[in-house]
């Protein structure tokens, strides 16, 4: 699906390393989400955002810092990570109509980190 | 967080039969979705269903929002090959995040 890009596709990073998720949803959307898709597991919501105010952390470590300057992008800052946050992280976007909307999320590709 | 389960987790059919996989919670949900995630891709929305009973069609695919509001049922008929990939469930309480299934991997034989 092109209407929500992510970048870059594919990341492997060392555990000191800084890097960064980028996200951009051509939706006209106004809520972005970052999730965690571990293998045999449920995606993992970590972060959402409504008209660019975080609304939900869902106790995500402070290595992970998320960023959304506007409705179309949202960042996700990675320091120092765990062999553990190796996983797929997958943005989506819908159209809010409140705090939890019930309109369907749309994904992106995913990022697959890999921490060395 | 809520858990949902969805069974089965993993299915092999012949190509042309019917294919039928559920979601089942303990808790009332007020929305129901249900996506599908090729290898290397994120999951597409399929089927969104919100009211109890609701019955949805998508070419070969049909999804029924349960009943009870605790299950939800999707249905592919004369399944081919590109049907291979992992279906999700999604599911919505009242004022809440959606949560997700656990997944059922489909593959088609030819």
């Known amino acids: 699906e092109t209407g929500v890009t992510q970048t870059p596709r594919h990341l492997v990073m060392g555990m000191t390393n800084k890097k960064s998720l980028k996200c951009e949803q051509h939706?006209?959307?106004?809520?972005m989400y970052w999730y965690k898709q571990s293998a045999k597991k449920p995606l993992e919501l970590m972060f959402v955002?409504?008209?660019?105010?975080?609304?939900e952390n869902n106790s995500v470590p402070s290595r992970f810092s998320p960023e959304c300057p506007n409705s179309s992008h949202l960042f996700l800052h990675l320091h120092t990570l765990q062999p553990e946050d190796s996983a797929l992280y997958l943005c989506?976007?819908?159209?809010?109509?409140?705090?939890?909307?019930?309109?369907?999320?749309?994904f992106g590709d995913g990022t697959r980190l890999s921490i060395l | 967080g809520q858990q949902l389960n969805q069974s089965p987790q993993s299915m092999f059919i012949q190509e042309g039969e019917d294919v039928s996989m559920n979601c089942t919670s303990s808790?009332?949900?007020?929305?129901w979705l249900w996506y599908k995630q090729d290898p290397g891709e994120g999951p597409v929305l399929l089927i969104a269903l919100y009211k109890a009973g609701e019955l949805t069609s998508n070419g070969r695919l049909t999804a029924q929002f349960g009943i009870t509001r605790k299950d939800s049922f999707l249905n592919i008929s004369a399944s081919i090959p590109s049907d291979v990939g992992i279906y999700f469930c999604a599911g919505q309480l009242a004022g809440n995040q959606f949560y997700f299934g656990t997944g059922t991997s489909l593959t088609v034989i030819p």
């Open positions: 808790s009332i949900f007020n929305t």
């Open positions: 955002y409504s008209l660019e105010e975080r609304v």
């Open positions: 989506a976007s819908s159209q809010d109509t409140g705090r939890y909307s019930n309109q369907p999320q749309h």
């Open positions: 939706l006209g959307h106004n809520a």
